[in-house]
């Protein structure tokens, strides 16, 4: 399974920008997936996850109220809309498919990663 992050760039604060995760097989689509990020000299840290029909998701209380993560199945997408973004979200943006169906924010239960995207808040 190849997974593919789109939609990073550089954007003022208090601005919005949505990522994209495809992937290559539709093999995922009853597993959730989730976001995650790692923001120079600092350790990858979970954003959001969502569950395989979308019905159940969670968020980083860093995240919770600014950050959206949806998906369609049909298109073996996930999305994350991100808004109200701050400086300290700077970050490059990874998406990962779980090894099972429900939302988890541990890292270990992630074996699909998509390559990154960068996401810079800056004026």
Same mark, same amino acid.
């Given at each position: 399974v190849q997974l593919q992050a789109? &939609? *990073? $760039?550089? =954007?003022?604060? &208090? $601005?919005?920008?949505?990522l994209s995760c495809t992937a290559?097989?539709? %093999?995922?689509?009853?597993? +959730?997936? $989730?976001? !995650?990020?790692? +923001?120079? $000299? /600092?350790?990858?840290? !979970?954003?959001?996850t969502i569950s395989w029909n979308g019905g159940s998701t969670y968020y980083?209380?860093? =995240? /919770? *109220?600014? !950050? %959206?993560?949806?998906?369609?199945?049909a298109k073996s997408t996930m999305y994350l809309q991100m808004n109200s973004l701050k400086p300290e979200d700077t970050a490059v @943006? @990874?998406?990962? +498919? +779980?090894?099972?169906?429900? %939302?988890t924010t541990d890292y270990s239960g992630y074996p699909f990663w998509g390559q990154g995207t960068l996401v810079t808040v800056s004026s």
């Open positions: 789109s &939609g *990073g $760039g550089l =954007v003022q604060p &208090g $601005g919005s920008l949505r290559s097989a539709r %093999t995922v689509s009853n597993n +959730a997936m $989730g976001w !995650f990020r790692q +923001a120079p $000299g /600092k350790e990858r840290e !979970f954003v959001a980083a209380d860093s =995240v /919770k *109220g600014r !950050f %959206t993560i949806s998906r369609d199945r @943006y @990874y998406c990962a +498919a +779980a090894r099972h169906s429900s %939302t």
